[in-house]
């Protein structure tokens, strides 16, 4: 299996040492049609069905006619009811009972995932962080940490980007770091368990800690077969 060499830093954002990463992860090619499909089918899936119009079956009213069909000198008219009416029901209105879920096969979405990551790798987005622990769970050391983090070379912008800044993964559920960043309203943190294309897209920037074992999970649980 090829391999890219990708380099690896502490939380004070001095070089530590390689991580090898496999080119069926990190190092494909870019795919706008299939990332595309892959998202919007996600976010219609997570979408909820809350607005309701009602249509001329549902509103309340009388279903007499108004008036005789011929002899008034004023139009025909069936219900009160009726679209044109006001009171009536809404025509093609929003529906809460509409099915907006899309299916999205598991190589699909697991390769949508894989050439996100690699342009991400390209581009110079993702940042591996070989221990991502902070001394408290204050907002404090937390954006203190980022800002060391920052000083890294191309990533600049980590600490100062207001919004949508970067997406943390651990390999496990950290409390503290979690806690730390909570406040923050340009990070978000997760478990890379979780890690899916949408919420990378989302972010400038991918930070995975603990890289030797994110990678191992990323391409043995994600793996396209």
Not at 65 to 77: D, E, L, M, N, V
């Amino acid at each position: 299996m090829k391999t890219i060499e990708a380099k690896v830093y502490s939380v004070e954002g001095k070089e530590t040492g390689n991580v090898a990463l496999p080119e069926s992860v990190f190092g494909l090619a870019w795919n706008a049609d299939l990332v595309h499909q892959v998202i919007t089918s996600m976010m219609s899936n997570a979408r909820k069905n809350i607005a309701h119009a009602k249509n001329r079956a549902e509103v309340a009213g009388s279903g007499k006619k108004p008036w005789q069909q011929k002899g008034t000198g004023r139009a025909r008219h069936g219900s009160r009811r009726s679209p044109i009416w006001v009171g009536g029901g809404v025509t093609h209105g929003p529906r809460n009972d509409k099915n907006y879920d899309r299916k999205i096969s598991k190589k699909m979405k697991a390769k949508a995932l894989y050439t996100i990551l690699s342009k991400k790798f390209r581009d110079g987005e993702v940042l591996f962080v070989d221990t991502l622990t902070l001394s408290d769970a204050k907002t404090k050391v937390a954006k203190n940490t980022l800002e060391k983090l920052s000083s890294v070379k191309g990533y600049e912008m980590l600490a100062n980007k207001r919004k949508n800044s970067a997406y943390i993964t651990t390999i496990e559920k950290d409390a503290k770091v979690e806690r730390g960043f909570k406040n923050m309203g340009n990070v978000e943190v997760d478990e890379l368990r979780n890690i899916n294309p949408v919420d990378i897209m989302k972010y400038k920037y991918l930070v995975m800690s603990a890289p030797e074992s994110s990678v191992a999970f990323i391409g043995k649980k994600l793996a396209v077969k």
